[in-house]
């Protein structure tokens, strides 16, 4: 009879041994596809960022001896109506998700603009910016369709470098 309650031992060791890697591979692929998810969002925010830049022309510095007009024949800059034209710097740098959390046993991330202490200034400028001229809104729209396809190739991807999910 011990024998019987040994090999029912073992076997329950090793189902749950088997149990643990599927459940791990499982949450190997689903940050790997919520990353990918996270990607799209902070390309499509910074595609947005990336306007046309306000000044046509760059004017003489100790790097540069003469003027240069990057648009040859147009106006010395553009008019100052429409969005703001080129972000850079710092709320550009600001743009990046966070690290994903297994909560409740859901794996939960999320995008959006902030960064390290030096770029707090982004906390100051970044609803304002975003009501005058929406930038973060409009990406998370474009994105949203584009999501299910991204994660799925992301999951199938992340599961096939595992070796499948056994």
Known sequence: MSDFIKATMHGVKQFNAT?????????FATVKALRANQNLVKREVRKNLRG????????????YSS????????????????????FSGTLLKG?????????????IGGVGVGGKK????????????ETRFPYFKPAV????PKMPAVYQKAWG??????GGLL
Not at 72 to 83: E, I, L, Q
Not at 99 to 105: E, F, M, N, R, S
Not at 157 to 162: G, L, T
Request: charged fraction near 35%; aromatic fraction near 6%.
């Open 19 to 27: 149990t643990l890697e599927v459940e791990k591979n499982v949450d």
């Open 52 to 63: 046309a830049p306000r000044w046509t022309e760059r004017g003489s510095s100790r790097v």
């Open 67 to 86: 003027t240069f007009r990057t648009q040859p024949g147009a106006n010395t800059n553009n008019p100052r109506t429409g969005g703001p034209g080129k």
């Open 95 to 107: 743009v990046g998700g966070a690290k994903p959390k297994k909560l409740a046993g859901t794996w």
């Open 118 to 129: 030096k770029l707090a200034t982004n906390n100051f400028k970044k609803r304002d910016l």
């Open 141 to 144: 729209e474009k994105a949203t």
């Open 157 to 162: 991807k992340a599961v096939e470098k595992r």
